[in-house]
Nanobody
Framework: VQLQASGGGLVQAGGSLGLSCVASGRTFTVATAWFRQAPGKEREFVAAINWNGATTNYAASVQGRFTISRDNAKNAVHLQMNSLKPEDTAVYYC??????????????????????WGQGTLVTVSS
């Protein structure tokens, strides 16, 4: 499966951005997550959604500000980011786990859990 992330850009603190991850190559009814990596820092978990959208999970740092959703008819997963902060500045990656259909996304927060990765999209939040 190939993942294409888009939607990054420059936004002022307090603003909003929406990211999208579109899959090709197979049906996208799999657990999908967003990670991010800021300059000089390790990649970190942001949010995840299970195969049918019934279960989501968020990092504490984005809880209440970010919303992950999916549209399986369009092979897409979205990340709506509101109330953005300068510390949200990072390259955002979408990732998918295709091995476990009913992956428990409430515990699947490690990057090693996901086999397929998009190319990343840069989000810059200015203060």
């Amino acid at each position: 499966v190939q993942l294409q992330a888009s939607g990054g850009g420059l936004v002022q603190a307090g603003g909003s951005l929406g990211l999208s991850c579109v899959a090709s190559g197979r049906t996208f009814t799999v657990a999908t997550a967003w990670f991010r990596q800021a300059p000089g820092k390790e990649r970190e978990f942001v949010a995840a959604i299970n195969w049918n959208g019934a279960t989501t999970n968020y990092a504490a740092s984005v809880q209440g500000r970010f919303t992950i959703s999916r549209d399986n008819a369009k092979n897409a997963v979205h990340l709506q980011m509101n109330s953005l902060k300068p510390e949200d500045t990072a390259v955002y990656y979408c990732a998918a786990n295709v091995d476990i259909t009913a992956l428990d996304v409430t515990t699947a927060t490690g990057a090693e859990t996901y086999q397929y990765w998009g190319q990343g999209t840069l989000v810059t939040v200015s203060s």
